[in-house]
T-cell receptor, first 112, second 117 residues
Framework: AQKVTQAQTEISVVEKEDVTLDCVYE???????LFWYKQPPSGELVFLIR??????QNEISGRYSWNFQKSTSSFNFTITASQVVDSAVYFC?????????FGTGTRLLVSP | GAGVSQSPRYKVAKRGQDVALRCDPI?????LFWYQQALGQGPEFLTY????????KSGLPSDRFFAERPEGSVSTLKIQRTQQEDSAVYLC???????????????FGPGTRLTVL
């Protein structure tokens, strides 16, 4: 069975702080994909990144960076110099065949 | 349209009523998914279509839940005899590629928030 664990329920930071959101996954598939989605208060899920299981290169996109480590089954997400607009719920997800399996999400609150 | 659309955005039903939730996927997208998101939880898979074929309905919680996509585009999720535990946001997603292909991000609609009184 596939499972995604986001142990951090809620994180509060002050603007300009760096913050890391943790994600640990379980799967027996040898080929799989990992995702991060952002869910702002409006409710729509916004795609942030996809990584496949064969590519462990870390990725940076502006203030966002992702650290994928198969040895620890982790796919962590770091926001550098956080901004108020980053406030949202962030979901890590795992896809094997078709469906996405989501974690329970981490609520990030960035205060001015 | 530019994205996945869902209607209605909000639905209030009395316990025992039937409801129908609509999803318009991105034009040309082959795959369509329904997820249920309870308050404070992550979305959970309900069912999956490839064109008009329902290939996986393993996530449907009971036989009161029924989904269809008769012409391979618009999909409807129907819930019969609604119960309070059905209260949730129902999300629809579509993707361009068929199963197994790499570039198959799922694009989500805004969801329908169902409240059963």
């Amino acid at each position: 069975a596939q499972k995604v664990t986001q142990a951090q329920t809620e994180i509060s930071v002050v603007e300009k702080e760096d913050v890391t959101l943790d994600c640990v996954y379980e799967t027996r598939d040898t080929t799989y994909y990992l995702f991060w989605y952002k869910q702002p208060p409006s409710g729509e899920l916004v795609f942030l990144i996809r990584r496949n299981s064969f590519d462990e290169q870390n990725e940076i996109s502006g203030r966002y960076s992702w650290n994928f480590q198969k040895s620890t089954s982790s796919f962590n997400f770091t926001i550098t110099a956080s901004q108020v607009v980053d406030s949202a719920v962030y979901f890590c997800a795992l896809r094997g065949f078709q469906k996405l399996v989501f974690g329970t999400g981490t609520r990030l609150l960035v205060s001015p | 349209g530019a994205g996945v659309s869902q209607s209605p955005r909000y639905k209030v039903a009395k316990r025992g009523q039937d409801v129908a939730l609509r999803c318009d996927p991105i034009s040309g997208h082959v795959s369509l998914f329904w997820y249920q998101q309870a308050l404070g939880q992550g979305p959970e898979f309900l069912t999956y279509f490839q064109n008009e074929a329902q290939l996986d309905k393993s996530g449907l919680p009971s036989d009161r839940f029924f989904a269809e996509r008769p012409e391979g585009s618009v999909s409807t999720l129907k819930i019969q005899r609604t119960q309070q535990e059905d209260s949730a946001v129902y999300l629809c997603a579509s993707s361009l590629a068929i199963r197994g292909e790499a570039n198959n991000e799922q694009f989500f609609g805004p969801g329908t928030r169902l409240t059963v009184l």
